[in-house]
């Protein structure tokens, strides 16, 4: 989250998290229209300088991460959950390793 300091940014990465989620029509939404309300209103003018618009930066980032950490924990527990049970041999190659073998070239007998 440290590179997310521009607003642009920030907004552009949560209508990125809204179209996967929602799909090509992600434009008709009533959370695509509110979160460009909000990023309009909360835009800093040459005359001000807000407080409140560092904070809203900063939730809205912190709102990005949770949509876009989210989404990868989703993804991360249908890669490795959704089989169900797994052999010993499945479950040895997720990590990278291999079952020994006997001295005569044949696996484990069951």
Known sequence: MAALNSP???????LKELRIL???QYKQTMAYNY???????NQVTGER???AQREALHASGTYLCLL??????LALHNLYH?????STEEAA?????????QPGGKGWEK
């Open 82 to 86: 959704a089989k169900g049970e797994r």
């Open 22 to 24: 929602k799909g090509p």
């Open 93 to 101: 190659g997720l990590v990278g390793l291999q079952l020994p073998t």
């Open 49 to 51: 300088y807000c407080r």
């Open 35 to 41: 979160i460009l309300q909000q990023f309009r209103k």
């Open 68 to 73: 876009s950490s989210s989404r990868h924990h």
């Open 8 to 14: 642009l940014r920030v907004c552009r990465g949560i």
